[in-house]
């Protein structure tokens, strides 16, 4: 299973250029090795610069690959973004924590069970159609 992690609308509100330079999305609790973070995303969509008063409106920053193995529950995820004033700026620009709900999959019918409910239906059929066939003298 994967999600897409949309970012709210992020707007510079300062007049001058800020570098949108990295993210970093992590889980926070609880802990579970079946989660893959995918970044690469980011760096395709998010542009590197954001002007002054300018907005990046509503974009998918990254991907959450669920395991199979993952239990169900409420996962809480951490996000960071990262830039400042130049290319090689490392400063915090914004953190948000979200949560992601991993629901049980429905159980799926073994074939041989789907096979068995099938025989025992087409005998029931089959003698419903036999009792109506006889003729009561």
Known sequence: ?????????????GSTAVFLNSIDANLVSPPSAFFNI???IFF???PPVLGGG???GSLPLF??????????GTYTFSTTLIGGAD?????????????????AAAPVPEPTSMLLLSSGLTGVLALRRKRKGKVVK
Not at 65 to 70: E, K, N, P, Y
Not at 90 to 97: F, G, I, R, S
């Open 63 to 72: 991907d959450i690959h669920v395991g199979a193995g993952a239990a169900p």
């Open 44 to 46: 395709s969509v998010v």
């Open 38 to 40: 995918d970044l690469n």
């Open 1 to 13: 299973r994967r999600t897409a992690c949309p970012w709210s609308v992020q707007r510079n509100l």
């Open 54 to 56: 300018a907005s990046t």
């Open 87 to 103: 290319d090689s700026a490392q400063d915090t620009l914004a953190t948000k924590e979200f949560d992601l709900t991993v629901v």
